[in-house]
Antibody
Framework: EVQLVESGGGLVQPGGSLRLSCAAS????????MHWVRQAPGQGLVWVSRINSDGSGTNYADSVKGRFTISRDNAKNTLYLQMNSLRAEDTAVYYCASVGSAFDIWGQGTMVTVSS | QSVLTQPPSASGTPGQRVTISCSGS????????VYWYQQLPGTAPKLLIY???QRPSGVPDRFSGSKSGTSASLAISGLRSEDEADYYC???????????FGTGTKVTVL
């Protein structure tokens, strides 16, 4: 079965850090560019970051640039998002996904809550 | 605020045709492919249209996409109750060096 499973979400204080993971299975993970997309409660989808298939190239939304780092380990079929200096406005469900491609796959999402 | 503008809501009765617009600029819709996603309540998004007007296998031909200049549209014909969902356009923006999602449109079947 083709799937993505996120983990690592939770409650963190403002200024804190969190590392999200996304485990891929059922497809050739190393062939695809991968993305993180987030959705604040009751709000729309927001693109966060992407990484190319071998991990050598990345892009970020302005709102997270300098604070978040996307990476991947193709040997472990896993995508990561290191989130530092977290703010209340980073509170959202975070999805790993393939975006901008005919290959459609999304994880179930992991909730990140930034609050004191 | 997103650089892609969609109407917040659209509605129709069963069997009707509903069209959702997505307005952008030369740096996004005007220069790259548009994708459309459907998000049912409480679930992850699902790809409906890729590369402006292509349907993945399994997506009914009731869904169609088009693009002209700096705008794109998603049409749903033969509206059904299961089409009640949020719909988002998304496209690469060359000026931002990132993808941008539209503001989202909630479709209601009356």
């Amino acid at each position: 079965e083709v799937q993505l499973v996120e983990s690592g979400g939770g409650l963190v204080q403002p200024g804190g850090s969190l590392r999200l993971s996304c485990a891929a299975s059922g497809f050739t993970f190393s062939s695809y560019w991968m993305h993180w997309v987030r959705q604040a409660p009751g709000q729309g989808l927001v693109w966060v970051s992407r990484i190319n298939s071998d991990g050598s190239g990345t892009n970020y939304a302005d709102s997270v640039k300098g604070r978040f780092t996307i990476s991947r380990d193709n040997a472990k079929n896993t995508l990561y998002l290191q989130m530092n200096s977290l703010r209340a406005e980073d509170t959202a469900v975070y999805y790993c996904a393939s975006v901008g491609s005919a290959f459609d796959i999304w994880g179930q999402g992991t909730m990140v809550t930034v609050s004191s | 605020q997103s650089v892609l503008t969609q109407p917040p809501s659209a509605s129709g009765t069963p069997g009707q045709r509903v069209t959702i617009s997505c307005s952008g600029s030369n740096s996004n819709i005007g220069s790259d492919y548009v994708y459309w996603y459907q998000q049912l309540p409480g679930t992850a998004p699902k790809l409906l249209i890729y590369r402006n007007n292509q349907r993945p296998s399994g997506v009914p031909d009731r869904f169609s996409g088009s693009k002209s200049g700096t705008s794109a549209s998603l049409a749903i014909s033969g509206l059904r109750s299961e089409d009640e969902a949020d719909y988002y356009c998304v496209v690469w923006d060359g000026s931002l060096s990132g993808y941008v999602f539209g503001t989202g449109t909630k479709v209601t079947v009356l």
